[in-house]
């Protein structure tokens, strides 16, 4: 995007180290009006009015529930997150939450708390200690729904547990697979993984899809016993049927970090305050990583981790780029072209990449298109948004 100067409006305290990213090109408050991007932690951004400015919003983390992701296709709005920046914090509180689960820690120090002044406290100890006394993760199967940047580590990490791991993720990529070790079986059916696993833990995003897929119909394919870690959505689980299986002992344990009402009290739950990411490691990389996906797509109009769009990104050589945003049809970029061709312009890259129903089209030429051009860009039926960009 040709810009003097590129606004960005920040919602929630942004780590230091991210805003220090943004060079002086870049102006960026919590007060900015008629902003470019917004760079967002865990505000509520359904209910604002964006400015005709907005091109992209960047999340410093990984869910995007916070985000009105239809309305921003629609308008042509980027929405990016920051896979992976979270990932090792949250793979720490998982493993934390499996020894939490088999071995009672939680009661065992809820009871040592309680004996301040109790002179018999070394002899009470040893007939205590028998009441939490839990059970090793080795040699227990644990199932790894979802093989992204945080499942994959908590896969491979638990084998370290020597624990026999399932993995489930029907959309693993390729470079997620060269990273999983070939020491975790690779569930093709998730009913599979149910029936094997004495602990659970689920790693996909909440959507349409899979919000409450950890039910009734799906506790009934699993062990009795099973204790479940939910560590990604509350919302991927039904409280009413977890509370269910709860008090009929089909669920042992449920170890959540997104404790509901309902849930929170019950003496098989182990409930934690969201602290998943809540590090300050994790709120540095998360800041850096949207930050840097923001520069990206302001300055060269590089689509990088976006929720909603696309992502294609090239480096920039020549001295111009056109980039559009448009409907995923037939011969879209042959009108295109056609357009580019008035100017006896040299298309020296293109790159289309598409996602759904949108594409995203990226040319680099030798000399800048006229503002003529770009309005014919515009015009054409399925254009949702153009952008100019110069080396």
Same mark, same amino acid.
């Given at each position: 995007?040709?810009?003097?100067?590129?606004?960005?409006?920040?919602?929630?305290?942004?780590?230091?180290?991210?805003?220090?990213?943004?060079?002086?090109?870049?102006?960026?408050?919590?007060?900015?009006?008629?902003?470019?991007?917004?760079?967002?932690?865990?505000?509520?951004?359904?209910?604002?009015?964006?400015?005709?400015?907005?091109?992209?919003?960047?999340?410093?983390?990984?869910?995007?529930?916070?985000?009105?992701?239809?309305?921003?296709?629609?308008?042509?709005?980027?929405?990016?997150?920051?896979?992976?920046?979270?990932?090792?914090?949250?793979?720490?509180?998982?493993?934390?939450?499996?020894?939490?689960?088999?071995?009672?820690?939680?009661?065992?120090?809820?009871?040592?708390?309680?004996?301040?002044?109790?002179?018999?406290?070394?002899?009470?100890? +040893?007939?205590?200690?028998?009441?939490?006394?839990?059970?090793?993760?080795?040699?227990?199967?644990?199932?790894?729904?979802?093989?992204?940047?945080?499942? /994959?580590?908590?896969?491979?990490?638990?084998?370290?547990?020597?624990?026999?791991?399932?993995?489930?993720?029907?959309?693993?990529?390729?470079?997620?697979?060269?990273?999983?070790?070939?020491?975790?079986?690779?569930?093709?059916?998730?009913?599979?993984?149910?029936?094997?696993?004495?602990? /659970?833990? /689920?790693?996909?995003?909440?959507?349409?899809?899979?919000?409450?897929?950890?039910?009734?119909?799906?506790?009934?394919?699993?062990?009795?016993?099973?204790?479940?870690?939910?560590?990604?959505?509350?919302?991927?689980?039904?409280?009413?049927?977890?509370? +269910?299986?709860?008090?009929?002992?089909?669920?042992?344990?449920?170890?959540?970090?997104?404790?509901?009402?309902?849930?929170?009290?019950?003496?098989?739950?182990?409930?934690?305050?969201?602290?998943?990411?809540?590090?300050?490691?994790?709120?540095?990389?998360?800041?850096?990583?949207?930050?840097?996906?923001?520069?990206?797509?302001?300055?060269?109009?590089?689509?990088?981790?976006?929720?909603?769009?696309?992502?294609?990104?090239?480096?920039?050589?020549?001295?111009?780029?056109?980039?559009?945003?448009?409907?995923?049809?037939?011969?879209?970029?042959?009108?295109?072209?056609?357009?580019?061709?008035?100017?006896?312009?040299?298309?020296?890259?293109?790159?289309?990449?598409?996602?759904?129903?949108?594409?995203?089209?990226?040319?680099?030429?030798?000399? +800048?298109?006229?503002?003529?051009?770009? +309005?014919? /860009?515009?015009?054409?039926?399925?254009?949702?948004?153009?952008?100019?960009?110069?080396?």
């Amino acid at each position: 995007m040709v810009n003097s100067m590129y606004k960005v409006k920040l919602y929630n305290n942004i780590a230091k180290i991210g805003l220090d990213q943004f060079t002086n090109e870049f102006e960026v408050s919590e007060t900015m009006e008629n902003e470019d991007a917004i760079v967002v932690r865990s505000a509520n951004l359904h209910d604002i009015q964006y400015p005709e400015t907005l091109k992209c919003i960047a999340r410093a983390g990984a869910g995007v529930n916070n985000i009105d992701l239809a309305a921003c296709t629609e308008r042509g709005i980027a929405v990016f997150n920051t896979p992976g920046a979270n990932s090792n914090a949250v793979k720490e509180l998982v493993i934390a939450g499996l020894l939490l689960a088999s071995r009672d820690i939680y009661g065992g120090i809820a009871w040592a708390k309680g004996q301040a002044g109790n002179e018999n406290l070394a002899k009470d100890m +040893e007939k205590q200690k028998k009441k939490y006394a839990g059970h090793e993760l080795g040699g227990k199967a644990l199932g790894v729904i979802g093989l992204g940047a945080i499942g /994959i580590q908590v896969a491979n990490l638990a084998l370290n547990f020597n624990m026999d791991v399932f993995g489930y993720d029907p959309f693993l990529s390729i470079d997620a697979a060269w990273q999983l070790s070939k020491n975790v079986h690779h569930e093709n059916e998730i009913d599979g993984l149910y029936r094997e696993s004495d602990f /659970i833990t /689920i790693h996909v995003p909440q959507n349409d899809a899979t919000k409450g897929m950890l039910n009734k119909d799906a506790f009934a394919k699993m062990k009795d016993g099973v204790t479940i870690l939910n560590f990604a959505r509350g919302g991927l689980v039904n409280d009413e049927d977890m509370l +269910e299986a709860l008090n009929s002992g089909k669920v042992g344990c449920y170890v959540t970090d997104f404790p509901s009402p309902m849930l929170a009290d019950h003496p098989h739950v182990i409930p934690m305050p969201h602290l998943g990411a809540s590090t300050a490691e994790s709120e540095e990389n998360c800041a850096v990583k949207a930050a840097q996906e923001t520069m990206e797509y302001l300055k060269y109009g590089n689509i990088i981790n976006s929720v909603n769009l696309p992502n294609n990104a090239s480096r920039l050589t020549s001295p111009f780029r056109i980039c559009v945003l448009h409907k995923n049809v037939p011969k879209m970029i042959a009108k295109i072209t056609d357009c580019i061709a008035v100017d006896n312009a040299n298309i020296e890259n293109l790159s289309n990449k598409s996602r759904g129903e949108i594409a995203y089209t990226m040319l680099d030429m030798d000399q +800048e298109a006229s503002a003529q051009t770009i +309005e014919a /860009i515009k015009k054409i039926e399925g254009v949702i948004r153009v952008e100019t960009y110069k080396n």
